[in-house]
């Protein structure tokens, strides 16, 4: 992946689902990469909602 792209990925592990949910809403995270499945659909119930807004783009520059 990093040679199709041509710069180095992060080396550091991620964020699980919540934090996730919880870094996209605070918009502390710049991009979001789902390799597969369905991110929203994959959310505990209780976390559907904020899941759905999380992925929503805050910046439209990034839509």
Known sequence: MERELG?????????????GIGAM???SVL???????????ATPDEGQG??????RAPD???A
Do not use: I, K, Q, Y
Request: proline share 14%.
């Open 25 to 27: 809403l605070s918009g």
């Open 50 to 55: 904020r899941g759905r807004e999380s992925v």
């Open 7 to 19: 710069t180095a990925l992060p080396r550091r592990p991620g964020h699980d689902v919540p934090e």
């Open 31 to 41: 991009a979001f990469v789902g390799p597969g499945g369905n991110f929203v659909r």
């Open 60 to 62: 439209p520059a990034l």
